[in-house]
Structure formats: structure tokens, C-alpha cells
């Protein structure tokens, strides 16, 4: 609960200073000082650790919220901390003893930790060396936080075709980083560049877990839910921004702007909800109870698919009634709309959302068993 307060407590400052860091090549340096301040970037350490449990099953709705209001404060600054949280849960899930104790220090040290996955034509590619070393070949894109991100977490293709996770001190050398990549409609202050990794080296000691682990399931899909919560803050930050406007401009007893307010309402209170089933979801007994049902792992990552497309549907919907609610006047800078409405568009705009969908609807035709026991 302490990280949801801090959260909650950083989100107007967060909102308020989103424009000085909004422009391409961006970064939130002074919100990420915010964050470490307030303890958030070692929050999600277990206790022996030295964080607080966060995104343990028992706190994944403190998880949830505290992502929330991060988002709702700056989705920019939410989607890096986001990947932040995903590159911490991958290094205690699947690090040795040894690895974990000294990532955690790291951590604690004031490193920012990232999770660079998405290749580029020429794809990340992990290189033995006969000293014991390796050595990276190849591109990642979407690089977030690059240039400021100290501890990406990444994949690379080993010679055999897997695919290894591997964590790159980037205090010690440096990639080459393509800014001209990053010419986005939003989230310019994510700095999400392309990032030349050919040429680094890297000891034994920076591997992570197994290859192929990093698509383990159900934490590679069910890790939706945390975007989502980022994207769910930032449709509430432009709820409450047109509930002020309105109020502004005197519109408060217009027929059509209730109605309006009304289905913003309905879209913000569903994403609310999903927010919290999603946590009690992950919260369930980790086997299925019979036989006939489908298996925890299966249902876990159809839910999130569920999730993480109810959020996009209700987001899209919403800014539409917000663009009408405001008129051309609230589009117009200084007004927030304008950059809330790119930077949620933008993040909305998550890999194969059509497959997840897709995956929804074969899960539900692959078991032969009434609505009320499929999530079951």
C-alpha cells in the first residue's frame, strides 16, 4: 500500500510537469528522481530484498493501482516504469541466488531497468567467445528510456536458434542509438530509439534464466494486465480533465454533455473493475480444480488477453466522447487534451492486439463448458 500512496501522491506533480519533458528525444529525468525518491523503482523488491513485495500476488492490485496513477499522472512516465516493474519480476523469477542479491543492489543503487524486446531488421544476436564471454550483434527498436535506461533487459538468438535473456550494464559501454528512429505521434518523452548493440560484450554472469524463458508462460501474455493499468490512468486523466473543462466553460448542465459524462463514466468504472478481477485472477490457486476444466496457466493468459482488450476498446471509446465533449477549443495547447489524446493513442497501439482477441475466442471454442466455469 505504501507504493500505491506514493503514487497516488505523485500523480498531479507528474501531470503538471508532462509538458516540459514533451517533445522527441524526451526524457522525465526529474519525475524519475521523483520516483526514486519516493521509494517506487525498489518497491517492486521482495522485502529480503530490500523493496516492498510489490507485484507478489498477494499486492498485484497495489501493483495495478500504483501503475495507475503513474499513468494517470504521465503515461510517458508510466510506460517506462512499467517496464521497469516487468524487468525486476523476470530477474527474481528466473535469476540464480547470486544474480538476484546483485541486481537488487543495483536497483537500490538508483539504476533504472528496462525490457527491450522488439527486433529490428537485423535482430539482436548473442555471440560465443572462446574466453567464456559474449559478444551482441544487431538491433533492438523501441528501445524506451534509451540513453537513460542503465539495465535493459533483453533477448538475443544464440547460434542454435533459442532465445536468451540477458541483462547489459550500460555503465560500462555504451551502444550506438539511432534518434531518428523515434519521430512518434506520442509518447515522445519515452525515448524509444533504435539501439546498435553490435560490437558489446558481456560476461556469462549477465544471462538470465534459461533460453526460451522469457516466453514462459503465463507471465509472458499475462503481463498485459500492467500496461493496461498504465493505459487505464491515462483514460482517467482525460476524464477528469473534461469534467474540468466542461465545468470551465460552464457546459455542466448542457443534456448532451451528461450523456456524454455518462458513458465516459460507465467506460472508466469497467475499466476500474477489470482492473481488479485481473488481480484477483493471478491471485487464484495456481491448479485447476477438475480435470474437465481448462488448466490455471490457459485461463491466466485468456483473461489477460480479455483485459488488455476490453482496456483498448473502452480507451478508444473514450477519447471519441472526450474530442466531442471538448470541441476544437480544448484541443488547442495549453490544454492537455492534445497530448493526452496522442500519447494514449499511441500507447493503445500494443503488438498483435488482434491475435490476443483471436486467442480469447479459441480458448472459449476450445473448451466445451458453460460461461460460468470458463474463467473458473
Same mark, same amino acid.
Request: hydrophobic share 40%.
Given at each position: 500500500?505504501?507504493?500505491?500512496?506514493?503514487?497516488?501522491?505523485?500523480?498531479?506533480?507528474?501531470?503538471?510537469?508532462?509538458?516540459?519533458?514533451?517533445?522527441? @528525444? @524526451?526524457?522525465?529525468?526529474?519525475?524519475?528522481?521523483?520516483?526514486?525518491?519516493?521509494?517506487?523503482?525498489?518497491?517492486?523488491?521482495?522485502?529480503?530484498?530490500?523493496?516492498?513485495?510489490?507485484?507478489?500476488?498477494?499486492?498485484?492490485?497495489?501493483? #495495478?493501482?500504483?501503475?495507475?496513477?503513474?499513468?494517470?499522472?504521465?503515461?510517458?512516465?508510466?510506460?517506462?516504469?512499467?517496464?521497469?516493474?516487468?524487468?525486476?519480476?523476470?530477474?527474481?523469477?528466473?535469476?540464480?541466488?547470486?544474480?538476484?542479491?546483485?541486481?537488487?543492489?543495483?536497483?537500490?543503487?538508483?539504476?533504472?531497468?528496462?525490457?527491450?524486446?522488439?527486433?529490428?531488421?537485423?535482430?539482436?544476436?548473442?555471440?560465443?567467445?572462446?574466453?567464456?564471454?559474449?559478444?551482441?550483434? @544487431?538491433?533492438?527498436?523501441?528501445?524506451?528510456?534509451?540513453?537513460?535506461?542503465?539495465?535493459? #533487459?533483453?533477448?538475443?538468438?544464440?547460434?542454435?536458434?533459442?532465445?536468451?535473456? #540477458?541483462?547489459?550494464?550500460?555503465?560500462?559501454?555504451?551502444?550506438?542509438?539511432?534518434?531518428?528512429?523515434?519521430?512518434?505521434?506520442?509518447?515522445?518523452?519515452?525515448?524509444?530509439?533504435?539501439?546498435?548493440?553490435?560490437?558489446?560484450?558481456?560476461?556469462?554472469?549477465?544471462?538470465?534464466?534459461?533460453?526460451?524463458?522469457?516466453?514462459?508462460?503465463?507471465?509472458?501474455?499475462?503481463?498485459?494486465?500492467?500496461?493496461?493499468?498504465?493505459?487505464?490512468?491515462?483514460?482517467?486523466?482525460?476524464?477528469?480533465?473534461?469534467?474540468?473543462?466542461?465545468?470551465?466553460?460552464?457546459?455542466?448542465?448542457?443534456?448532451?454533455?451528461?450523456?456524454?459524462?455518462?458513458?465516459?463514466?460507465?467506460?472508466?468504472?469497467?475499466?476500474?473493475?477489470?482492473?481488479?478481477?485481473?488481480?484477483?485472477?493471478?491471485?487464484?490457486?495456481?491448479?485447476?480444480?477438475?480435470?474437465?476444466?481448462?488448466?490455471?496457466?490457459?485461463?491466466?493468459?485468456?483473461?489477460?488477453?480479455?483485459?488488455?482488450?476490453?482496456?483498448?476498446? #473502452?480507451?478508444?471509446?473514450?477519447?471519441?466522447?472526450?474530442?466531442?465533449?471538448?470541441?476544437?477549443?480544448?484541443?488547442?495547447?495549453?490544454?492537455?487534451?492534445?497530448?493526452?489524446?496522442?500519447?494514449?493513442?499511441?500507447?493503445?497501439?500494443?503488438?498483435?492486439?488482434?491475435?490476443?482477441?483471436?486467442?480469447?475466442?479459441?480458448?472459449?471454442?476450445?473448451?466445451?463448458?458453460?460461461?460460468?466455469?470458463?474463467?473458473?
Amino acid at each position: 500500500m505504501a507504493a500505491e500512496a506514493a503514487a497516488l501522491a505523485l500523480a498531479p506533480r507528474l501531470f503538471q510537469q508532462a509538458p516540459s519533458s514533451d517533445y522527441e @528525444g @524526451g526524457f522525465p529525468t526529474e519525475e524519475f528522481e521523483w520516483l526514486r525518491e519516493a521509494g517506487l523503482l525498489a518497491a517492486p523488491l521482495a522485502t529480503t530484498l530490500g523493496g516492498s513485495g510489490l507485484g507478489e500476488k498477494k499486492q498485484v492490485y497495489a501493483l #495495478l493501482s500504483t501503475l495507475r496513477h503513474i499513468g494517470r499522472g504521465n503515461l510517458a512516465v508510466g510506460r517506462l516504469y512499467e517496464g521497469h516493474v516487468n524487468a525486476l519480476q523476470l530477474f527474481q523469477r528466473f535469476g540464480r541466488p547470486d544474480q538476484i542479491r546483485h541486481w537488487a543492489a543495483d536497483v537500490l543503487a538508483g539504476h533504472l531497468f528496462g525490457v527491450w524486446n522488439t527486433e529490428a531488421e537485423n535482430g539482436a544476436r548473442l555471440e560465443p567467445l572462446p574466453n567464456g564471454r559474449f559478444r551482441l550483434q @544487431g538491433s533492438k527498436t523501441f528501445g524506451s528510456g534509451a540513453g537513460h535506461v542503465t539495465r535493459p #533487459l533483453l533477448t538475443a538468438a544464440l547460434p542454435d536458434g533459442g532465445w536468451q535473456m #540477458l541483462i547489459l550494464p550500460l555503465d560500462l559501454q555504451q551502444p550506438e542509438y539511432n534518434t531518428n528512429f523515434w519521430r512518434p505521434l506520442g509518447m515522445r518523452a519515452s525515448a524509444s530509439f533504435q539501439v546498435n548493440l553490435s560490437g558489446l560484450e558481456l560476461d556469462a554472469a549477465d544471462l538470465l534464466g534459461k533460453p526460451g524463458d522469457y516466453y514462459q508462460q503465463p507471465w509472458f501474455s499475462g503481463g498485459a494486465i500492467r500496461f493496461a493499468a498504465v493505459q487505464v490512468g491515462g483514460a482517467e486523466a482525460i476524464f477528469d480533465e473534461t469534467t474540468r473543462f466542461l465545468r470551465a466553460m460552464g457546459r455542466t448542465d448542457d443534456p448532451y454533455q451528461r450523456q456524454r459524462l455518462g458513458e465516459m463514466s460507465m467506460l472508466i468504472a469497467t475499466g476500474q473493475h477489470w482492473l481488479r478481477a485481473a488481480a484477483e485472477f493471478v491471485k487464484r490457486p495456481g491448479a485447476a480444480t477438475s480435470s474437465t476444466l481448462p488448466s490455471h496457466t490457459e485461463a491466466t493468459v485468456a483473461h489477460a488477453n480479455l483485459m488488455r482488450s476490453v482496456v483498448e476498446d #473502452l480507451c478508444l471509446r473514450l477519447l471519441t466522447l472526450a474530442e466531442r465533449c471538448v470541441g476544437a477549443r480544448g484541443l488547442l495547447r495549453p490544454e492537455p487534451f492534445e497530448r493526452l489524446h496522442r500519447d494514449l493513442t499511441h500507447y493503445l497501439r500494443q503488438p498483435a492486439s488482434d491475435a490476443v482477441l483471436a486467442d480469447a475466442g479459441r480458448y472459449a471454442l476450445a473448451h466445451d463448458i458453460p460461461a460460468y466455469q470458463l474463467w473458473a
